[in-house]
């Protein structure tokens, strides 16, 4: 009876392990033109090769490491579906509609329509993976305020569509966001990534900067460029 409880304990165990390292991986929706599948598995694959040997504090909490294995399994244990769906506003690029599925993201046509770096597009992705997290209420958005200025006293538009935002439930008070988080992770590669080019860093920089100025919270705001600060 023993030895019989000890293989089994020895089976149990192993399934275990070899549960815990299995990624969990995500399917595309038929709903999904191929083309924008095609586009966002490229982009995903692009994601996973990424290495740098430092982050700043902010990015090592969200996301650990910057390790393409690190980011795609961060980003694979949160989505498990890809599909089509127009979000409900014509100029959204991707969502996550909950009563859907909290960990299904969808993508417009607006993923491909415009000219944009492969590095903006995983901005998006990632973006919409930080709301699929249940336990943190989908980390809902704030809404931005009326009027909606940037440094140089002009309208707030999205970088992506060039609509305007004031008034849009478009903005993050916390560096733990999908705007906030997004932004780390971009800043973060502008700042360390040792394999990307140096193009890739600038449009990571660009992009990063921008979406900073969706965080209206001072405080948060604060919390982030000190945290950018690091290793300067």
Known sequence: MKSRMTIASAILFLASAFSASVSFGYDFDPSLDKNIAAQVKADLDFMGSLTGSKVTPLHQQIFGAMDGKGYKGWFESRVTL?????????????????????????????????????????????????HTEVKNGNWSHATCPEPFKNEKGEDMKSIWTGAALAGEPACDETPFGSYGSSTILLKNVSKFCESCTEKVRMDAGIYSDDQMGRIIDAGAKSQMQKDFAYGN
């Open 82 to 130: 890809i599909g089509y769906n127009g979000c409900g506003n014509g100029n959204a690029v991707a969502c996550v509609i909950p009563w859907l599925g909290s960990s299904k993201i969808w993508v417009t046509n607006n993923y491909i329509k415009f000219s944009h770096p492969q590095i903006s597009r995983m901005m998006v992705v990632y973006h919409e993976a930080r």
